[in-house]
């Protein structure tokens, strides 16, 4: 038998909603054997993040090499990097294996609005990861600082997705969760030539913690078993939706999604 094996490169959440917990509960909800590398370790909550731990690069690299020598992970997510020193480091040793299913995630800001990213860091993202990304997921704020212009508009949202094309990403996905109008929310697909829309129904719910970590995960997962971009964000769209409108209602803040959700929902249909 063959396993599907993905891997991520993120920061820990204690609260389990997203970052590295988010990512390998993800996967395996989708069947996929997942491994990963701690970049920080946070201690947060649904209320927000309480404290920001980095580890060293040596540990980051060790991390990365003992998985990538022995386990051979088809696909790998980055989330949370915390600095410029981890990001050209990751860049450094996604080049050294040759991987090429990388999904970028640029994680910036926690929900609560607390930095997971520091603001120096951003160009060394822009040069060193964005041109390695066979897909980037940023969300809106995320697009607005990686390409310096302000979206509003459906017109923007494209501006902003050749912007990062340009510069290298094969697809870019500018995800729609921070659009505050509308019962549709739509998450924008480019590939160089061509945009499409991947839409959801929008819930009025504060249970949105760790909603791009697992997104950016779940097509992660799908590429890992050899799927294409465009199969891959349809399913993590069905994925996401699914743990949305199944709230776990955890927590005194912003809660986490239920990555079970959509395992139930299709074990529900299927039998
Ligand atoms: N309230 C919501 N209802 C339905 N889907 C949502 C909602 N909020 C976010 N999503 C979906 O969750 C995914 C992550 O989106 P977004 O919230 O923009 O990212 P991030 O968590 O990185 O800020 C996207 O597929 C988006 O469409
Ligand atoms: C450790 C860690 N990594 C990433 C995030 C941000 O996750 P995201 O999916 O963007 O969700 P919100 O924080 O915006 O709810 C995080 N909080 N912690």
Known sequence: MTVSRAFTIAGSDSGGGAGIQADLKTFQELGVF????????TAQNT?????????????LKNQIDSVATDLKPAAIKTGMLFNAE??????DRIQYY????????????AKGGQSLLQIEAVSA?????????KVITPNIPEAEVLTGMEIQTIEDKKEAAKKLFNLGAKFVMIKGGH????????????????????????RETKHTHG??????????????????????????????????????????????????AYRKKNLIFSS
């Open 34 to 41: 997942g491994m990963s590398a701690i970049t920080a370790v």
């Open 47 to 59: 209320l927000g993040v309480q404290g920001v731990y980095p580890l060293s690069l040596d540990a």
């Open 86 to 91: 981890m990001i050209q480091l990751v860049a």
């Open 98 to 109: 040759e991987w090429e299913n990388i999904v970028v995630d640029p994680v910036m800001i």
């Open 125 to 133: 993202l822009l040069t060193t990861l964005v041109p390695l990304a």
């Open 179 to 202: 659009d505050i109008t509308g019962e549709v929310v739509i998450d924008l697909l480019y590939d160089g030539n061509s945009f499409e829309s991947f839409e959801g129904i929008r």
């Open 211 to 260: 909603t791009g970590c697992t997104f950016a995960a779940a097509i992660t997962a799908e590429l890992s078993k050899g799927k294409t971009v465009h199969e891959a964000v349809g399913t993590a769209k069905e994925f996401i939706q699914a743990a949305i409108d199944d709230q776990l209602g955890i927590g005194g803040g912003h809660g986490p999604t239920n990555h079970w």
